[in-house]
């Protein structure tokens, strides 16, 4: 990485030492297009700026909050909860959907903080700018992170591994010892500790965990159907398949988006569910299927009568608004770094 310097980005970006300065210690004081010139600038020339910005400084109230969704279902119960908050606390709400492609491409939130002067950020899910921002989140106003576990910023999530341990428990109490489980993305966290739970409950009961019944890259209608049709056909089928939910999936990953069309957040457990009911007539007894709902509302489908661990996505969404609004407002002196919200099973 070349070595910054604000002469290399003022020949650059064609403006002076000075201007350059400005842009990064002193935003504010700057036109939109002067600072669009020094990004740019700097983007062509591969730099890295972490340590040429200003450190954030509270010294405005410009009373808005940008939220940056990362949900592959937008407008969650997550949402609905914190602009709850946020509207009582009488904040404006800027929302944005980042395009991120590369590393440079960071800046383009730098700067539009810059212009627009926000007084927090909430982040909604994984994404894999998150680890670039790291660098910069100093120069950025507090950041709060919903629905993901990271030890780089305050966040507001679930304990996975405890929640599959949990559903886990619960079907080996009722006499399940053939479980299998439907995950949707292996590589991301929230479905990694998910997996540990379900093994560490298995292990624990003397189960032999059965790499077959473990089915990975799962979270659409089609993909469930499929996995069920399997696992029915096959050698020594399970009496019970838990479903994870599709609540944490991200719009960046292209794999999810493509495939997004005409899904929903419940859709692995309706494709599931339907290839079980088809599948009756090779099944000994029916397949106990149990899932993760967000809501405790009655659905008045087939749904309602499956277990469930139900994720309070809207108590979510009022923490993290409230611990953000603590944190600008300096009212609390133990801001808790990892925030769980805890579940509720709706077991039958």
């Known amino acids: 990485m070349t070595k910054i310097t604000l002469s290399t980005i003022a020949?650059?970006?064609?403006?002076?030492?000075?201007s350059v300065s400005r842009v990064l210690k002193k935003p504010h004081l700057t036109s939109p297009q002067t600072q669009l010139r020094v990004y740019q600038a700097i983007e062509a020339l591969n730099m890295d700026t972490s340590k040429n910005f200003t450190p954030y400084q509270p010294t405005h109230n410009s009373k808005k909050i940008?939220?940056?969704d990362n949900q592959l279902f937008s407008k969650s119960l997550?949402?609905?909860?914190?602009?709850?908050?946020?509207?009582?606390e009488q904040y404006q709400l800027f929302y944005l959907q980042f395009p991120y492609n590369k590393k440079s491409d960071i800046h383009h939130i730098i700067r539009y903080v810059a212009q627009n002067a926000f007084d927090g950020i909430i982040i909604i899910n994984d994404a894999p700018y998150l680890k670039t921002l790291i660098s910069y989140k100093n120069t950025l106003p507090p950041i709060v992170l919903v629905n993901h576990f990271s030890l780089d910023f305050v966040c507001v999530h679930?304990?996975?591994l405890f929640i599959g341990y949990q559903l886990t428990q619960y079907l080996i109490d009722n006499y399940h010892t053939q479980i299998a489980i439907l995950l949707n993305d292996d590589k991301a966290m929230n479905s990694v500790l998910l997996l540990q739970g379900y093994k560490q409950a298995l292990?624990?009961?003397n189960i032999r965990i059965e790499p077959r019944y473990i089915?990975?890259?799962?979270?659409?209608y089609q993909h469930a159907t499929s996995a069920i049709k399997k696992l029915i056909n096959g050698t020594k089928l399970p009496t019970a398949v838990i479903c994870a939910d599709n609540f944490s999936l991200n719009y960046l990953d292209e794999n999810h988006y493509k495939k997004q069309y005409n899904q929903s957040?419940?859709?692995m457990v309706l494709g599931a569910l339907h290839q079980a009911n088809e599948s009756k007539p090779k099944l000994t007894k029916p397949l106990t299927i149990s899932y993760f709902s967000a809501s405790k509302e009655l659905k008045h489908n087939e749904l309602d009568r499956l277990c469930r661990i139900n994720k309070?996505?809207?108590?979510?969404?009022?923490?993290?608004?409230?611990?953000?609004?603590?944190?600008i407002k300096g009212t609390s002196k133990s801001i808790k770094h990892c925030t769980f919200i805890k579940t509720e099973p709706i077991f039958y």
């Open 158 to 160: 679930f304990d996975h």
């Open 66 to 68: 940008l939220i940056i």
């Open 312 to 327: 309070p996505l809207f108590n979510m969404g009022q923490m993290s608004a409230t611990i953000l609004c603590d944190i």
């Open 11 to 18: 020949k650059k970006a064609n403006i002076s030492i000075a």
């Open 78 to 88: 997550i949402n609905i909860g914190l602009e709850q908050v946020l509207k009582e």
């Open 265 to 267: 957040p419940d859709s």
């Open 215 to 220: 089915i990975q890259g799962c979270f659409t």
């Open 203 to 205: 292990l624990r009961a």
